[in-house]
């Protein structure tokens, strides 16, 4: 069920023993990827690049519970969030509500419909973490998990080809995907390049 706990806009099972699940940016696992020092070596952040012009703007197009945008953000990229979920989306409203002030001045959130590629400004990037299944063992990392495969599904290889299509269309500098490291490409076109760890990869497309 969707409700407040609180005073956070949280999804649980009333019958279950888990904690309420909230977007948050500075709590436990999260609060501690934020920190200065911890953002320079993420994966993520490497894959981004530096901009080669002046436009820094990063589009999360897969928003979900924030973490990623969290992290570009603190990389020092402004960064506008879509979410195609209802749920997910007033959730992402809720937790940017709550965010740290350097956090919330750098984080837009865009109208639920999407992003219209017509009013979008100049993009140095655009990023996108599809769904998929989670190869760690963490009960916290599985349970988000779950709700997030509940309200965002995977999408099947024409909606693949769709969405990447769609996210080069918006003529960023570059497409940065998250796939599972042994995983096929996105929409299975071959990248620019790659930044790979032992389970999780993200692809470059330039």
């Given at each position: 069920m969707l409700g407040w706990h609180e005073e956070r806009l949280s999804l649980w099972r009333p019958e279950g023993r888990e904690s309420p699940l909230s977007v948050t940016f500075s709590d436990g696992k999260q609060g501690y990827r934020l920190t200065p020092e911890r953002v320079r070596h993420e994966r993520?952040?490497?894959?981004?690049?530096?901009p080669r012009e002046q436009t820094r703007t990063v589009l999360d197009a897969t928003a979900g519970l924030g973490r990623d945008a969290a992290l570009i953000a603190m990389a020092g990229?402004?960064?506008?969030?879509?979410?195609?979920s209802p749920i997910l989306h007033a959730m992402l409203a809720d937790g940017l509500r709550r965010a740290p002030t350097e956090l919330a001045?750098?984080?837009?959130?865009l109208p639920c419909a999407g992003a219209d590629a017509h009013s979008m400004p100049p993009l140095h990037a655009v990023y996108l973490d599809p769904m998929f299944p989670s190869r760690e063992k963490s009960a916290a990392v599985?349970?988000?998990?779950q709700w997030l495969q509940q309200l965002a599904a995977y999408p099947d290889h024409h909606e693949e080809v769709m969405l990447l299509e769609w996210a080069l269309g918006l003529d960023p500098q570059r497409v940065v995907v998250k796939r599972p490291g042994k995983a096929e490409p996105l929409a299975k076109r071959r990248p620019h390049h790659q930044i790979?760890?032992?389970?999780?990869?993200?692809d470059v497309y330039e």
């Open positions: 993520l952040i490497k894959a981004l690049g530096k990229f402004p960064v506008l969030l879509a979410e195609r001045a750098v984080m837009q959130l599985k349970k988000d998990l790979a760890g032992k389970a999780i990869r993200f």
